[in-house]
């Protein structure tokens, strides 16, 4: 059954610009996994991976009902499976979480749908 479903769109312009003006930001949003792949990436994918983690996190946030505010950006954990496909290997969520990310070159997005 599902029991959330989340949805976020996020303009990779300003994680672009909050990566300039904030020097830790990508290490706030992303877990020590994430990051490590985050930091063999350079250029225009570097700041997609990241606008992709950070609007799979918020649409994560969503689907569970609480907001980025009550579960933190490392409490969630997307790496990718062998074959490419995106999923959520951590998180508070006890049932099934599915996500989808996506982006063109301007936006992020991404949707996770949790089932019990």
Request: one cysteine or more; aromatic letters at 8%; a positive charge.
């Amino acid at each position: 059954m599902i029991v959330g479903i989340g949805l976020d769109i996020i303009d990779i312009g300003r994680i672009k610009v909050a990566c300039e003006r904030r020097k830790g930001f990508p290490e706030r949003v992303l877990t020590e996994n994430e990051l490590f792949i985050y930091q063999r990436l350079t250029g225009k994918r570097r700041v997609e991976f990241l606008a992709g983690r950070f609007s799979a996190k918020e649409a994560f946030s969503k689907a569970l009902g609480t907001g980025i505010g009550k579960v933190g950006f490392h409490d969630i954990e997307v790496l990718n499976s062998q074959s490419g496909k995106p999923e959520i290997k951590k998180s508070p969520f006890e049932g099934n979480a599915w996500i989808s990310i996506t982006h063109t070159d301007s936006i992020a997005a991404a949707q996770v749908i949790l089932e019990n």
